[in-house]
Nanobody
């Protein structure tokens, strides 16, 4: 059973940066979908960004485009979320989620939009103060 381990959360002031990491244990393939979601207190879970190992496609929510970037390091089985120009409204628990191959190229986008990936991490808190 593949497990996801997140790290990199913390507290920053508005305008600051953080980089989240999500490492997938026990998996070394190239066909996967890994994504970041977030949930603030009292709000619904929101998809932030996704990376498809099948094709190398990336997806970013409109709310974070131009500020957040998802990337990967296959050698480390890790996906990163670089978060720049953070705003107080980015404050949330951030979760990594994934499915592992073989996956079609369209699989990742549809599962990211629906939030229906199978494996979830425990989450890492991001707090942005004004």
């Amino acid at each position: 059973q593949v497990q996801l381990v997140e790290s990199g959360g913390g507290s920053v002031q508005a305008g600051g940066s953080l980089r989240l990491s999500c490492a997938a244990s026990e998996y070394s393939g190239s066909s996967y979908c890994m994504a970041w979601f977030r949930q603030a207190p009292g709000k619904e879970r929101e998809g932030v960004a996704a990376f498809s190992g099948t094709g190398g496609d990336t997806y970013h929510a409109d709310s974070v485009k131009g500020r957040f970037t998802i990337s990967q390091d296959n050698a480390k089985n890790t996906v990163y979320l670089q978060m720049n120009s953070l705003k107080p409204e980015d404050t949330a628990m951030y979760y990594c989620a994934a499915d592992f191959g073989p996956l079609s190229r369209r699989y990742c986008y549809s599962r990211f939009i629906s939030g229906s990936l199978s494996v979830w991490g425990q989450g890492t808190q991001v707090t942005v103060s004004s």
